[in-house]
């Protein structure tokens, strides 16, 4: 049975191999997904407009000045002394936040303001979450961590990512996207084909089990989808400084799940359409859609109403994403992500299952 | 379970599918012998793919047995898949691939070892004399040769039974004339041909026509003995007599 398989493997990869631009997307898209992202989608802010109300003038409130100079993320306005000038500034739009050091500021319990620029939430928020977190690293070199974080609101998400990088958030999004798409859109449309021409109904009157045919269509795809894993990681990590903080090995043995899981969904819905059209449509709606919009990949899945949260638990990609994070920031092993694991490994199973039982009601 | 030459090397009997309530094929029975040329009629949705479907091991019967080479076709498909060729109305041929790639592709699913399927091939674009086409892509063929080489494919591992569905849709009448000259030559070599078709003058060319109305064989015989039960000039007369509803 071996030989068979080779020779359609073989085929298959003709078949890849012939259609350039489809090709060449499938290569090109993690490429361009990564920068566009890294460079321009960029959701981090620099050089915003900041100024600093220093009502105590001492020692403390100097160096948390010195602080906030340092940082690539705000450009001193160092005009803006005053609360009229600040408020002039603010309505001109060159000031973004301003941080003001109440009188006799540096012996806690301390209390400090940031004012923003709030017709933009987005950035306001972005924005005093880097002014948060520099507070705390100020306050964590002098204070115990409890006073630290009575003074401001601490995010979990800035426990792994001190700087609040967006790159660490949209490498595993894009990577989940890459793999879903490649997997699971891109088999069912290249089973569909075979419907479509008619090749299908003769191979299946040929002696190859149908099991095989299966086989032998989506190793190609799994290459592919291997290959694109490398290039988005390579990127990631070359480029833009995210951190690989796991094994290597567990992260490509959880690549390989997933792919699976979007594989099992590919030909789910292979077994269901017959028109290249119909699956690729079905594709984009059930699979890519949920996969970019409700994994967490752009927006934060603890600020969605519920229902959507409920929702999102049948995503694969969420337990995907999460499964990421944990490897590549946490510098996790099997004991943190081994229930993601297992949820993506029972939706395989589950799919697989599905598959086969509407390909024998087919056949029966 | 080998049969011997005299037995028929297709055996229906009472063979029937249900769909729910409905009965595509009605406990349809049949034979076909050693390299006849059987020509499967109907009209469309009178049950012949479905047929078709369980003698090629595609779908189960709901009751009824089908024969292939004295095997039995729902209890040991992978055999009868051995022994068969197929070939649809689609032609079936992969459109990215050259002819070569095409002929040694199906050579290999039959599991014939990389050698004799490029001898095979080699030889096969000769008797055709498809030279010039070996290397392009089935795409830049022109029909009636992709329709050529579907068929010689089907032939490539020498079955027992091929399997024909609808294969001259859309085909002029020269190339469908040719091709039923390759059918012959087939079945001269002792291959039984199965045979679907929409066009009542290759009716005639059959040894044997069954006709299907509403899941039921309403005829089965040669072509001369049907037209003179039925008065008929020509099949086509003999088809309009059984399908057109009766008065």
């Given amino acids: 049975m071996i030989k068979p398989l080779l020779v359609f493997i073989r085929k298959e990869a003709f078949h890849i191999l012939r259609d350039r631009r489809t090709l060449i997307i499938l290569l090109g898209m993690p490429a361009v997904l990564v920068l566009l992202f890294g460079f321009a989608i960029s959701n981090e802010i ?126 595993p999004g894009v990577m989940t996207v890459i793999l879903m798409l490649v997997s699971a859109m891109m088999t069912s449309i290249a089973i569909t084909r075979e419907k479509e021409l008619g090749t299908m109904e003769v191979l299946l009157v040929s002696p190859l089990p149908p099991a095989l045919i299966i086989v032998g269509k989506v190793i190609p795809y799994i290459l592919l989808a291997l290959a694109n894993t490398g290039v988005i990681l390579w990127l990631g990590t070359a480029v833009f400084d995210m951190p690989m903080r796991g094994s290597y090995l567990l992260l490509w043995a959880s690549a390989l799940l997933f792919v699976g899981t979007a594989l099992s969904l590919g030909i789910l819905i292979s077994t269901r359409t017959s028109s290249q059209q119909v699956a690729m449509l079905f594709s984009l709606m059930v699979l890519m859609l949920p996969t970019i919009l409700l994994s967490g990949f752009i927006f934060p899945i603890a600020s969605m109403p519920l229902p959507l949260q409920v929702i999102s638990n049948a995503i694969p990609a969420k337990w995907f994403i999460i499964i990421l994070k944990d490897i590549m920031l946490k510098g996790g092993g099997l004991s943190l992500i081994w229930q993601e694991s297992l949820i993506l490994l029972g939706m395989t199973t589950f799919f697989i299952a599905l598959s086969v039982r509407s390909f024998k009601t087919r056949l029966a | 379970m080998q049969n011997s030459p005299q037995s028929p090397i297709i055996e229906a009997s009472k063979l029937t599918k249900q769909f729910g309530a409905f009965t595509a094929v009605d406990a349809i029975s049949f034979e076909v012998e050693r390299g006849e040329i059987f020509g499967f009629l109907g009209a469309n949705g009178a049950g012949k793919t479905t047929a078709m479907r369980m003698l090629t091991g595609l779908s189960r019967p709901t009751s009824g047995q089908a024969r292939v080479a004295g095997i039995d076709v729902a209890a040991h498909p992978e055999k009868v898949k051995q022994r068969i060729g197929y070939m649809s109305q689609k032609f079936s041929l992969y459109e990215d691939l050259t002819v070569m790639e095409n002929i040694r592709f199906y050579g290999g699913i039959y599991g014939l070892p990389r050698k004799q399927a490029r001898q095979a091939g080699s030889q096969l674009i000769e008797q055709l004399g498809m030279e010039a086409f070996a290397r392009k892509q089935v795409s830049g063929i022109p029909l009636g040769w992709r329709q050529k080489l579907s068929f010689s494919i089907a032939l490539l591992h020498q079955p027992d039974v091929v399997f024909l569905d609808e294969p001259t849709g859309g085909v002029d009448p020269v190339t469908r004339r040719q091709f039923w000259e390759m059918i012959y030559q087939a079945a001269e070599t002792g291959t039984t041909v199965f045979v679907t078709t929409h066009y009542m003058d290759e009716a005639e060319y059959c040894g044997r026509v069954s006709i299907m109305v509403d899941g039921q064989i309403a005829a089965l015989d040669t072509p001369d003995r049907l037209k003179s039960e039925f008065q008929a000039a020509n099949m086509h007369e003999v088809f309009l007599q059984l399908t057109r509803p009766k008065p």
Wanted: proline share 6%.
């Fill in chain 1, 46 to 171: 620099r050089e915003a407009g900041f100024a600093v109300l220093d009502q105590a003038r001492n020692e403390p409130s100097r160096q948390l000045t010195d602080r906030f100079r340092a940082s690539p993320y705000f450009t001193m306005q160092e005009g803006v002394q005053t609360q009229a000038a600040m408020e002039a500034a603010f309505r001109k739009g060159s000031l973004k936040l301003a941080l003001v050091i109440p009188p006799g500021y540096g012996e806690p319990p301390v209390s400090l303001q940031l004012v923003t620029d709030a017709t933009d939430p987005n950035t306001a928020t972005t924005l005093s979450n880097y002014a948060s977190a520099i507070i705390r690293q100020e306050w964590a070199g002098r204070a115990t961590g409890q006073q630290a974080s009575a003074l401001v609101e601490v995010k979990p998400l800035m426990l792994y990512n001190r700087e609040l990088k967006s790159v660490f958030l949209f490498v």
